[in-house]
C-alpha cells in the first residue's frame, strides 16, 4: 500500500470541490482518511483539510496524486528517511529505527520505498543508489551500511483484518482458548490453506517433536504428500524422533501405536541419529533407501525445504542441523518470501522464533496444549497469530481430513471424467 | 455608469495558437475587426458605459481581450499571471495602466495562473471562478482571501469553452445564462446551488460566444448567432443588443472577452 499526504484549502465545499477529489480517489482505485478537516464559521472562511491517500500502486498513486492537484490539493512533502553509516560490524548507530512485522516504508527523494522483508526487531539498511530498503538483523550489519535512524520519512502500514470476513483469520480474534468450537475453525483453516496453495502461496509448516510423540506424523505425511506444505523449519528433535520411528517403531523409546515401552528403546533415538551420521545425512539416507518413511523422509520425496536449527540440548546432532543459531535465522529468513500460511505446531521456541521472522500479513495459526504458548506469541509481537489449544494428533487428523475431503469435492467440482476416444 | 476597459485591436491578429479557435492560417481581417470593435465600443457608450482605453502594442495581438488582464475591486486591481508565454508581455502594460490610474496593483506568485475575468466573474456576492484550462484552482484561494468573499470553484472541461466567460454570464437579479455541458457535474451542481434561476444556453448558440456577452444592467450586448438566448433573456425582460463579433471568434473571444470592468462588481 502506497500512500501520501494532501493538503486542501478553499472553499472546498461550496465548490463541491472536497466531495471531488474523495470521488476521484475512490472511483481510481485508491482510498483516503481524512486526518483533519476545520470548517469556515463564515460563508467566507475557507475550509481546510488533510487527507491521507493510498494506493496499490506506486504508477497508479502517481497518477491520482497528479489528477487530485489539477483540483488544488498539495502534497505534504515528507521529510527524507534520515540515514547514518553503521560504526561497526554487526553494530546499528545510536538511535536506528527498530522494525516491527508491518509493512514499512521510507521515503527516499520523491518516493516511498517498501522495506523487505516486513519482520520485526531489525534495522532498515538503505541503499539510495538502488532505491532499495531491507529489514537486517545485527548479524548483517556492516561497517558504513547506511541505517535508518529516527522516525522522520517512515510510515508503517497497519495490518488489518480484512472487512469482509470471509476466512478463519478474518472472523476470529487471536484470544486464546480451549473452549472454542474447533472443527469449525479447523474447518474453515483447511479451505484457507486450499486457498493459498491455489493462489501460488507457499504454506510453511513450524513443528515440535509433539508431532511425532503424539502420533501425529502420519497426518502431516498426508499433508506433504498432498502439496500442502513447501517449508518445514524445525529442530533436532522432531526429524530425530521421526527417524527413530522410521527405523524403530518408537518416538523416545516408546512404541507409537502401541503406547508400550520398548526394551532398550532409551538406545533408539541415538541409534537413529547414528544411522543418519554415517550415512552422509537425512537425504542420502533416503536416497540410498536407509530411510523409507515418516516426516523427514516424504519431505525430502516430495521437495519441501527444510530448515532444522539446532539448541543446547540436542543429541548429535542430526548432520542436517544448523548448529550456529544466527545462520540458522538467516536460511529460516532467505525461505519466507513468498510465505501466506504458517502453521506452528507444538514448539514454543521455533515458534516464537519463526512468529518474530514473519511478516503480520502472514496468516498464522499456533496450536499448542499449553495456552501460554500461544500468548507468548502474541505477546512478542506475533499478533496476527490465532491461537487453538489442543493435541497436535487430534488437531492435524482433522485438518488432514478436511483438506482430503476438500480435495474430493474439488476434483468432483471439475465434472464428469472424460471418456477417451 | 458602469466603466469598462478596452484595448484597440491596432495589432490584433491570430499569431499563435493557444485555444482550438485559433488557426493561424485563419487569420482575422484587419479592417472587418477594427469595425466590430468600434461597433462594440459605440454600443457601450451608447448604452451609457464610461470607457477606458489601454495602449494596444506591438508583438502582443490577444491584449484586445482585456478581460483576460486582470480582476478589478475597488482601487484594487489583481493582476493576472497569464499560462501562455505568449500573452505574458500582456502583463506589465496592464499593471502600467492600473497604476497610472492610482490603482492598487496586486500580483500573484507566477507559477499561480490566474487570468483575470476571463475566469473570475461575480454573481451577486459570489465569485465564480473557473479552472484548469488557464487559470489555477490555488489562484482562487487567494482571490477569496484578498477579497474576502466567497470563491466558488468550478472545472471546465471542454477546450472549446476554456475560460468561464466563454460559457457563464451572471445577470445582475442573481441569476446567470450558462452553456451546462461546459462544466463537470460538480461544477454545475456548485452553479446550480449558488446561482438564482439559470438560463441554458444551446451548443450552436454557445459555440457563436452567446455566454461572452456584456451586461449593464438591463442591457446584454452579446455575439450575433444567438436568437433563442436573446428571446429567453428578453422574457426576463433584458434588452440585447446582438453585434457581429466573427473576427474575434477567430481567436477565441467576443464581446465580453474584449472588455473588463472596473469595477467587477
Request: net charge negative; hydrophobic share 40%; glycine share 10%.
Amino acid at each position: 500500500m502506497f500512500v501520501e499526504e494532501i493538503e486542501l484549502s478553499g472553499h472546498i465545499l461550496d465548490s463541491l470541490i472536497l466531495p471531488k477529489i474523495l470521488d476521484e480517489i475512490l472511483s481510481r482505485g485508491g482510498n483516503f482518511r481524512i486526518l483533519e478537516i476545520q470548517v469556515g464559521k463564515q460563508r467566507t472562511d475557507l475550509t481546510r483539510t488533510r487527507i491521507e491517500v493510498s494506493g496499490p500502486t506506486p504508477e497508479m498513486m502517481d497518477d491520482l496524486i497528479r489528477r487530485l492537484r489539477q483540483h488544488g490539493a498539495e502534497v505534504v512533502r515528507e521529510s527524507a528517511v534520515e540515514l547514518a553509516p553503521a560504526p561497526a560490524d554487526g553494530v546499528f548507530p545510536p538511535d536506528f529505527y527498530v522494525t516491527t512485522n508491518q509493512q514499512t516504508y521510507v521515503r527516499l527523494g520523491e518516493k516511498w520505498i517498501e522495506v523487505r522483508p516486513a519482520s520485526m526487531d531489525c534495522g532498515i539498511a538503505v541503499d539510495p543508489d538502488q532505491e532499495r530498503a531491507t529489514a537486517v538483523k545485527f548479524c548483517e550489519v556492516r561497517e558504513g551500511m547506511r541505517i535508518a535512524v529516527g522516525h522522520g520519512g517512515i510510515r508503517v502500514v497497519p495490518w488489518q483484518r480484512p472487512m469482509d470476513r470471509r476466512g478463519v483469520f478474518d472472523f476470529m480474534a487471536s484470544n486464546v482458548s480451549s473452549e472454542k468450537p474447533k472443527s469449525a475453525i479447523i474447518r474453515e483453516l483447511a479451505q484457507e490453506i486450499r486457498r493459498a496453495k491455489e493462489a501460488g502461496g507457499k504454506i510453511l509448516v513450524v513443528a515440535g517433536p509433539a508431532v511425532v510423540h503424539t502420533g501425529a506424523g502420519e497426518h502431516l505425511e498426508k499433508m506433504i504428500e498432498q502439496g500442502y506444505v513447501h517449508i518445514l523449519f524445525s529442530g533436532n528433535a522432531l526429524a530425530a524422533h521421526d527417524i527413530e520411528q522410521a527405523l524403530y517403531g518408537t518416538s523416545l523409546g516408546v512404541y507409537v501405536r502401541e503406547g508400550s515401552l520398548a526394551e532398550n528403546g532409551h538406545e533408539n533415538h541415538m541409534r537413529a541419529i547414528n544411522a543418519m551420521r554415517a550415512a552422509g545425512g537425512i537425504r542420502r539416507a533416503v536416497e540410498c533407501g536407509l530411510l523409507r518413511r515418516g516426516v523427514m523422509q516424504k519431505c525430502v520425496r516430495h521437495g519441501v525445504d527444510i530448515v532444522l536449527a539446532g539448541s543446547i540440548r540436542d543429541d548429535g546432532p542430526l548432520p542436517e542441523v544448523i548448529t550456529d543459531v544466527v545462520e540458522a535465522q538467516k536460511a529460516m529468513r532467505a525461505r519466507l518470501e513468498g510465505v501466506t500460511v504458517a502453521l506452528l505446531m507444538g514448539t514454543m521456541l521455533h515458534s516464537i522464533a519463526v512468529g518474530n521472522l514473519l511478516s503480520a500479513s502472514v496468516k498464522s495459526i499456533c496450536v499448542d496444549i499449553n495456552p501460554a504458548v500461544v500468548t507468548k506469541l502474541a505477546d512478542r509481537g506475533t499478533f496476527q497469530a490465532l491461537g487453538l489449544v489442543t493435541d497436535i494428533e487430534p488437531f492435524l487428523r482433522e485438518l488432514t481430513g478436511f483438506l482430503t475431503e476438500g480435495s474430493k469435492e474439488t476434483s468432483t467440482d471439475a465434472g464428469p471424467p472424460t471418456v477417451p476416444a | 455608469m458602469r466603466v469598462l476597459l478596452l484595448c484597440p485591436p491596432d495589432h490584433y491578429g491570430i499569431e499563435y495558437e493557444i485555444n482550438p479557435w485559433m488557426h493561424r492560417g485563419r487569420d482575422a481581417m484587419p479592417e472587418v475587426a477594427r469595425a466590430q470593435w468600434k461597433g462594440l465600443r459605440d454600443k457601450l457608450e451608447e448604452l451609457d458605459a464610461r470607457i477606458e482605453l489601454v495602449a494596444p502594442q506591438p508583438g502582443l495581438p490577444d491584449m484586445v481581450f482585456t478581460a483576460n488582464a486582470g480582476l478589478v475591486a475597488g482601487q484594487r486591481f489583481i493582476r493576472s499571471s497569464f499560462r501562455y508565454k505568449e500573452r505574458r508581455g500582456e502583463a506589465a502594460h496592464f499593471q502600467r495602466w492600473f497604476e497610472e490610474h492610482g490603482y492598487e496593483v496586486i500580483a500573484l506568485p507566477p507559477e499561480l495562473f490566474f487570468e483575470g475575468e476571463g475566469d473570475a466573474l461575480f454573481c451577486g456576492d459570489v465569485l465564480f471562478c473557473g479552472y484548469r484550462f488557464r487559470s489555477e484552482i490555488r489562484s482562487h484561494r487567494r482571490l477569496a482571501e484578498i477579497l474576502g468573499c466567497l470563491a466558488v470553484s468550478v472545472e471546465l472541461v471542454d477546450e472549446r469553452f476554456y475560460h468561464l466567460d466563454t460559457c457563464f454570464c451572471p445577470l445582475p437579479d442573481g441569476g446567470a445564462f450558462w452553456f451546462p455541458g461546459a462544466f463537470d457535474e460538480y461544477g454545475q451542481r456548485a452553479i446550480r446551488d449558488h446561482c438564482g434561476s439559470l438560463i441554458e444556453v444551446r451548443l450552436d448558440e454557445a459555440l457563436c460566444f452567446g455566454s461572452n456577452a456584456v451586461v449593464l444592467d438591463r442591457d446584454i450586448v452579446v455575439p450575433e448567432g444567438c436568437p433563442r438566448l436573446v428571446e429567453a433573456l428578453g422574457g426576463r425582460g433584458y434588452r440585447c443588443h446582438a453585434l457581429p463579433m466573427t473576427e474575434f471568434i477567430k481567436a477565441g473571444g467576443a464581446c465580453k472577452c474584449l472588455t473588463l470592468y472596473l469595477p467587477a462588481k
